[in-house]
């Protein structure tokens, strides 16, 4: 069925790192939920369940020749449009936000497809585009559309994380690997700059108390500062080797809440320590910087593009959660892959892995 | 070849464009390896005290349960502050020296003190105590820094003003079981409190409010530094329901030392104004953890406590049933109102006697009469006439036979026998002697007292009936409205006037004229209209008649009651049963429903007018000082 010259290309790097980072997330996780007196947890069970089915689709993607990717970019997009319509008129409700749609008895965030689906259409868009002097802004106006339409529907759910994470993609992909005249790139830049009292004036109460609290976190213990002062302990409190496997007091105690989703970091980080935070980080990096090589040796346009926005979408995760885990950014809610607990997420992350995969076993097709 | 020039065309220089972006990737790692050096390596050792150190409690603030209300808004059922004493290990230095002086403050053995405080792991709280005195309190307080660790909390808990009134359908609230927790959604931990029966289950979501959190920071030796995050609680929902809370206790009052049930309720809507249940729970008894012996002392009572006999005792309905056989004769028109039989008190079927009630038998009787003075010879016939299966049809018609769909749970559906049924069920055919027993109320039909009660209610609205329902709305803890529960009409089976008017005038005779069996129910001012039956337990053979109470209790008669009132345009509908009464329907139930109709109506007046005041009392002088 697979070609063996597919076999031989094989990336066993890639997929070594992938099988790295899944096992430490899954180890990791399992201490995060453990709870005293309950075993292993069904969140732990989850987990697991959802790494095999996103196997299970990273095998199957692994026979699909990004070609079909590349025909179907569009149907997948409108796809994943559909279903964030259909959060809204008929989703469930979690945390106060309107974010999943209920498939039998399981419930998916289908605004974890939309990761995917809208490197898929911008990267087929701008594989036929050609534009030698560079991009005007005007021509810009489709690629704009296809990322404002989902991120509008997202951030009516409403859910700032993956809205911002959308915006990252974006702008990292059009502006940084097409060729945009400098003209619309300063233009753009100053808009940006601009339009921050605008965005200022329609972001929700507590999306702005975020952003303040994130400045002097002492100074609004009793809200979301409460999040980054402990997120700080843990993570300072692990020192050089960390407490230990779950010995964690900081989570296992439950005095940092969502410790399992968005914060995992800090758990590595309390029970690992130092030594355990770097490894974890280099992990990523190498993920990062191998995927960059992937895509900097593909031949098309569209497996460059697909290649690249997926190495971007694991970047700014990974730069953004742990930024805001140590308390260098605010608090948003952007998850971190292979260590997050999220079925969607998860499913998300080792389908892109998939295709990076994907990309370079075919890089001689 | 001329493919990759092709596709490399606009991208200008993309190996370097990935390069910058790998740097932006690069420069934000190492922006990130810095903060991990300066959070673990400079200040880890600050950090490892502070998450040692100051440790972080998250105490949970029960919120407050929505209350239960009558439909005038009357509170009947409520909370109130309960204190618990509990226990973390984590932050008593000494164990034992704290047990000990604990021990001594709530005079409890030690080696009790010390298992219950050893249920938890020691940074969580244990509950040693629930519900404990004022007293009590006051003395935990005073002594607070003999026993470190031990703290109080105060709960919300459920009070019941008017003790076991309407035990059964207000339902009882406990600890939720593991199995309900794994059920429950969100807001739900262990020692939670949750519905199980009545009410308070089915409405439990409306009534659970959510529960607040605080995270308290607490120094070392468990005294508190400062509250670092508040949530408030936010209270559950009030239910109203449709009871009237003074006809209800009239009606509890009117009851005391039966057992069996009682239901009133509005013709017009279906709403529900009195529900008992005798014998009562006592709801009191659920609200701490119930021990199994407690439990299992419940449910082997032959009493059976637990059941609500308003919609689950199923009996017989006795002479009850003859105005529903009526009303099908006359539709079926079978019988006139002057069709008219002998009654000497027997009648001859088959090779049997069945016998009327009143030995010397009560002449020739029609039907106003047969109804009033409850001929039993007179129903013999007209059953015949009718056969079983048109009596079947009839009596399902006012909801017989089946649940009246009120909202409580476990309601039977009684039993309306026809040929089918006792083919399914005994593989024989009917024999048309069981009708006779059947058109009396004495046959293989059961009925629950709610569903009787809705069948009279479908006669004195011309065939039409409403469901009953026990709840008129939801109220927010603000006083919003946030759901109105419509009344369902039901029944579709239209009687003639004249059919209506012929048993509502016998239904008044039964109660107003002489030698009508119901004559203790009589009102003042108001026509009652209503049929008593008496179903009897044990086929007794005339010869052999035992004074009913002489009887041992098993064996005595149910009494029956089924009333509305005023005749003509009923607002209320009145259903007595009293269990194993040992007197007539007549003599036992027509007088409680007498004395509910008296308070009704009174309350109606009161209600209107404004309460009575007494001239000559409010007209008297000062009392003088001594």
Same mark, same amino acid.
């Given at each position: 069925?697979?070609?063996?010259?597919?076999?031989?290309?094989?990336?066993?790097?890639?997929?070594?790192?992938?099988l790295?980072?899944?096992?430490?997330?899954?180890?990791?996780?399992?201490?995060?939920?453990?709870?005293?007196?309950?075993?292993?947890t069904?969140?732990?069970?989850?987990?697991?369940?959802?790494?095999?089915?996103?196997?299970?689709?990273?095998?199957?993607?692994?026979?699909?020749?990004?070609?079909?990717?590349?025909?179907?970019?569009?149907?997948?997009?409108?796809?994943?449009?559909?279903?964030?319509?259909?959060?809204?008129?008929?989703?469930?409700?979690?945390?106060?936000?309107?974010?999943?749609?209920?498939?039998?008895?399981?419930?998916?965030?289908?605004?974890?497809?939309?990761?995917?689906?809208?490197?898929?259409?911008l990267?087929?868009?701008?594989?036929?585009?050609?534009?030698?002097?560079?991009?005007?802004?005007?021509?810009?106006?489709?690629?704009?559309?296809?990322?404002?339409?989902?991120?509008?529907?997202?951030?009516?759910?409403?859910?700032?994380?993956?809205?911002?994470?959308?915006?990252?993609?974006?702008?990292?992909?059009?502006?940084?690997?097409?060729?945009?005249?400098?003209?619309?790139?300063?233009?753009?830049?100053?808009?940006?700059i601009?339009?921050?009292?605008?965005?200022?004036?329609?972001?929700?109460?507590?999306?702005?108390?975020?952003?303040l609290?994130?400045?002097?976190?002492?100074?609004?213990?009793?809200?979301?500062?409460?999040?980054?002062?402990?997120?700080?302990?843990?993570?300072?409190?692990?020192?050089?080797?960390?407490k230990?496997?779950?010995?964690?007091t900081?989570?296992?105690?439950?005095?940092?809440?969502?410790?399992?989703?968005?914060?995992?970091?800090?758990?590595?980080?309390?029970?690992?320590?130092f030594?355990?935070?770097?490894?974890?980080?280099?992990?990523?990096?190498?993920?990062?910087?191998?995927?960059?090589?992937?895509?900097?040796?593909?031949?098309?346009?569209?497996?460059?593009l697909?290649?690249?926005?997926?190495?971007?979408?694991?970047?700014?995760?990974?730069?953004?959660?742990?930024?805001?885990?140590?308390?260098?950014?605010?608090?948003?809610?952007?998850?971190?892959?292979?260590?997050?607990y999220g079925?969607?997420?998860?499913?998300?992350?080792?389908?892109?892995?998939?295709?990076?995969?994907?990309?370079?076993?075919?890089?001689?097709? | 070849?001329?493919?990759?020039?092709?596709?490399?065309?606009?991208?200008?220089?993309? $190996?370097?464009?990935?390069?910058?972006?790998?740097?932006?990737?690069?420069?934000?790692?190492?922006?990130?390896?810095?903060?991990?050096?300066?959070?673990?390596?400079?200040?880890?050792?600050?950090?490892?005290?502070?998450?040692?150190?100051?440790?972080?409690?998250?105490?949970?603030?029960?919120?407050?349960?929505?209350?239960i209300?009558?439909?005038?808004?009357?509170?009947i059922?409520?909370?109130?502050?309960?204190?618990?004493?509990?226990?973390?290990?984590?932050?008593?230095?000494?164990?034992?020296?704290?047990?000990?002086?604990?021990?001594?403050?709530? %005079?409890?053995?030690?080696?009790?003190?010390?298992?219950?405080?050893?249920?938890?792991?020691?940074?969580?709280?244990?509950?040693?105590?629930?519900?404990?005195?004022?007293?009590?309190?006051?003395?935990?307080?005073?002594?607070?820094?003999?026993?470190?660790?031990?703290?109080?909390?105060?709960?919300?808990?459920?009070?019941?003003?008017?003790?076991?009134?309407?035990?059964?359908?207000?339902?009882?609230?406990?600890?939720?079981?593991?199995?309900?927790?794994?059920?429950?959604?969100?807001?739900?931990?262990?020692?939670?409190?949750?519905?199980?029966?009545?009410?308070?289950?089915?409405?439990?979501?409306?009534?659970?409010?959510?529960?607040?959190?605080?995270?308290?920071?607490?120094?070392?030796?468990?005294?508190?530094?400062?509250?670092?995050?508040?949530?408030?609680?936010? $209270?559950?929902?009030?239910?109203?329901?449709?009871?009237?809370?003074?006809?209800?206790?009239?009606?509890?009052?009117?009851?005391?030392?039966?057992?069996?049930?009682?239901?009133?309720?509005?013709?017009?809507?279906?709403?529900?104004?009195?529900?008992?249940?005798s014998?009562?729970?006592?709801?009191?008894?659920?609200?701490?953890?119930?021990?199994?012996?407690?439990? %299992?002392?419940?449910?082997?009572?032959?009493?059976?406590?637990?059941? %609500?006999?308003?919609?689950?005792?199923?009996?017989p309905?006795?002479?009850?049933?003859?105005?529903?056989?009526?009303?099908?004769?006359?539709?079926?028109?079978?019988?006139?109102?002057?069709?008219?039989?002998?009654?000497?008190?027997?009648?001859?079927?088959?090779?049997?006697?069945?016998?009327?009630?009143?030995?010397?038998?009560?002449?020739?009787?029609?039907?106003?009469?047969?109804?009033?003075?409850?001929?039993?010879?007179?129903?013999?016939?007209?059953?015949?006439?009718?056969?079983?299966?048109?009596?079947?049809?009839?009596?399902?018609?006012?909801?017989?036979?089946?649940?009246?769909?009120?909202?409580?749970i476990?309601?039977?559906?009684?039993?309306?026998?026809?040929?089918?049924?006792?083919?399914?069920?005994?593989?024989?055919?009917?024999?048309?002697?069981?009708?006779?027993?059947?058109?009396i109320?004495?046959?293989?039909?059961?009925?629950?007292?709610?569903?009787?009660?809705?069948?009279?209610?479908?006669?004195?609205?011309?065939?039409?009936?409403?469901?009953?329902?026990?709840?008129?709305?939801?109220?927010?803890p603000?006083?919003?409205?946030?759901?109105?529960?419509?009344?369902?009409?039901?029944?579709n089976?239209?009687?003639?006037?004249?059919?209506?008017?012929?048993?509502?005038?016998?239904?008044?005779?039964?109660?107003?004229? $002489?030698?009508?069996?119901?004559?203790?129910?009589?009102?003042?001012?108001?026509i009652?209209?209503?049929?008593?039956?008496?179903?009897?337990?044990?086929?007794?053979?005339?010869?052999?008649?035992?004074k009913?109470?002489?009887?041992?209790?098993?064996?005595?008669?149910?009494?029956?009651?089924?009333s509305?009132?005023?005749?003509?345009?009923?607002?209320?509908?009145?259903?007595?049963?009293?269990?194993?009464?040992?007197?007539?329907?007549?003599?036992?139930?027509?007088?409680?429903?007498?004395?509910?109709?008296?308070?009704?109506?009174?309350?109606?007046?009161?209600?209107?007018?404004?309460?009575?005041?007494?001239?000559?009392?409010?007209?008297?002088?000062?009392?003088?000082?001594?």
């Amino acid at each position: 069925m697979i070609d063996r010259r597919l076999i031989l290309n094989f990336d066993w790097t890639l997929f070594g790192i992938i099988l790295v980072l899944t096992t430490l997330g899954v180890i990791n996780l399992y201490s995060a939920t453990y709870m005293v007196d309950a075993g292993i947890t069904p969140i732990f069970m989850k987990q697991v369940y959802y790494i095999l089915i996103g196997m299970t689709i990273l095998a199957i993607t692994l026979n699909i020749d990004f070609k079909t990717f590349e025909r179907f970019a569009y149907w997948i997009y409108v796809f994943s449009i559909l279903l964030l319509v259909m959060v809204l008129v008929s989703g469930k409700t979690g945390g106060g936000a309107k974010r999943w749609i209920g498939i039998g008895g399981f419930t998916y965030q289908p605004s974890e497809l939309v990761k995917l689906s809208l490197i898929l259409a911008l990267s087929r868009y701008f594989h036929y585009r050609t534009n030698v002097g560079g991009y005007y802004l005007r021509e810009l106006f489709v690629p704009f559309i296809i990322m404002a339409v989902p991120v509008l529907l997202i951030m009516k759910q409403p859910d700032l994380g993956t809205a911002l994470i959308l915006l990252a993609i974006f702008t990292t992909m059009v502006f940084v690997f097409i060729k945009v005249r400098l003209v619309s790139l300063v233009i753009v830049g100053v808009m940006g700059i601009t339009g921050m009292p605008v965005l200022w004036h329609f972001m929700k109460d507590y999306q702005k108390m975020r952003l303040l609290t994130f400045m002097s976190p002492e100074h609004d213990p009793l809200g979301s500062g409460y999040h980054i002062i402990q997120s700080k302990i843990a993570v300072g409190s692990g020192k050089i080797f960390g407490k230990g496997f779950m010995s964690g007091t900081q989570s296992q105690l439950e005095f940092l809440p969502e410790h399992h989703t968005d914060f995992i970091f800090s758990v590595i980080a309390e029970e690992w320590g130092f030594l355990g935070s770097l490894t974890v980080v280099i992990g990523f990096l190498i993920l990062i910087l191998w995927g960059m090589g992937i895509a900097r040796e593909c031949r098309g346009r569209f497996e460059t593009l697909l290649a690249a926005g997926i190495v971007v979408m694991f970047s700014w995760h990974f730069l953004i959660n742990i930024g805001m885990v140590v308390g260098l950014l605010p608090v948003v809610g952007v998850p971190l892959p292979f260590f997050s607990y999220g079925g969607s997420f998860m499913i998300t992350t080792l389908t892109g892995a998939g295709l990076l995969l994907n990309i370079r076993m075919r890089r001689f097709m | 070849m001329n493919m990759q020039l092709y596709s490399r065309e606009g991208f200008d220089r993309l $190996p370097v464009r990935l390069f910058i972006f790998s740097s932006v990737v690069l420069f934000g790692a190492l922006i990130i390896f810095v903060r991990l050096w300066y959070l673990q390596i400079l200040n880890g050792g600050e950090y490892r005290q502070k998450s040692e150190n100051n440790s972080i409690r998250i105490r949970y603030i029960q919120a407050g349960r929505g209350m239960i209300m009558d439909r005038f808004g009357k509170v009947i059922v409520e909370n109130r502050p309960a204190f618990d004493v509990l226990f973390m290990r984590k932050d008593a230095p000494d164990f034992r020296e704290t047990v000990r002086n604990l021990s001594s403050i709530i %005079n409890s053995d030690p080696r009790e003190i010390e298992s219950a405080a050893l249920k938890e792991p020691p940074f969580l709280p244990a509950r040693i105590r629930k519900d404990i005195d004022r007293d009590m309190l006051a003395r935990l307080l005073t002594n607070k820094l003999d026993i470190p660790g031990v703290s109080v909390s105060i709960e919300p808990r459920r009070n019941y003003p008017y003790g076991n009134l309407a035990s059964h359908f207000l339902g009882y609230i406990g600890e939720i079981t593991e199995k309900q927790l794994e059920k429950a959604g969100e807001g739900y931990r262990m020692g939670s409190q949750i519905g199980k029966s009545g009410i308070e289950s089915i409405y439990e979501t409306y009534l659970k409010g959510i529960d607040g959190k605080q995270f308290v920071e607490v120094t070392a030796s468990g005294k508190e530094v400062s509250i670092l995050k508040e949530v408030a609680s936010y $209270p559950g929902n009030n239910i109203i329901t449709t009871i009237d809370l003074d006809l209800q206790r009239a009606a509890e009052e009117a009851f005391t030392g039966k057992e069996g049930a009682i239901v009133a309720l509005d013709p017009r809507n279906g709403e529900i104004l009195v529900m008992i249940s005798s014998p009562h729970i006592d709801l009191d008894m659920f609200a701490g953890p119930l021990n199994s012996q407690e439990w %299992n002392k419940l449910t082997n009572d032959p009493l059976k406590p637990l059941q %609500n006999r308003a919609i689950q005792g199923q009996y017989p309905p006795g002479s009850t049933y003859k105005t529903l056989v009526a009303a099908a004769a006359l539709e079926e028109k079978v019988i006139t109102k002057d069709t008219s039989f002998h009654c000497n008190g027997a009648y001859r079927f088959g090779n049997r006697s069945y016998r009327c009630w009143k030995k010397e038998g009560h002449g020739s009787v029609s039907l106003h009469k047969a109804l009033v003075e409850s001929c039993d010879v007179y129903f013999y016939q007209v059953g015949l006439k009718l056969g079983i299966d048109r009596i079947a049809k009839y009596v399902r018609e006012f909801g017989l036979g089946r649940p009246t769909g009120i909202e409580l749970i476990g309601e039977k559906a009684g039993l309306v026998p026809d040929k089918a049924w006792r083919k399914k069920r005994f593989g024989e055919p009917w024999v048309d002697g069981e009708t006779l027993s059947c058109a009396i109320g004495q046959g293989f039909d059961l009925v629950t007292p709610l569903q009787l009660l809705t069948a009279y209610v479908a006669i004195a609205n011309g065939g039409a009936f409403y469901k009953p329902h026990l709840v008129k709305s939801v109220v927010g803890p603000n006083g919003d409205i946030l759901k109105t529960f419509k009344n369902e009409k039901k029944g579709n089976l239209i009687l003639s006037p004249e059919t209506v008017t012929l048993l509502k005038d016998a239904l008044k005779g039964v109660v107003n004229e $002489p030698g009508g069996t119901a004559r203790l129910a009589r009102h003042e001012e108001v026509i009652v209209a209503g049929k008593t039956g008496t179903t009897q337990v044990i086929m007794m053979r005339a010869d052999k008649r035992v004074k009913g109470q002489d009887l041992p209790y098993k064996f005595r008669d149910h009494a029956w009651f089924a009333s509305f009132a005023p005749a003509d345009n009923p607002v209320i509908a009145v259903v007595v049963f009293i269990e194993h009464s040992g007197f007539s329907g007549g003599h036992a139930a027509a007088p409680v429903a007498g004395q509910i109709f008296k308070k009704f109506f009174d309350l109606e007046k009161e209600r209107r007018e404004g309460p009575n005041v007494d001239m000559k009392v409010a007209s008297l002088p000062p009392r003088d000082k001594e």
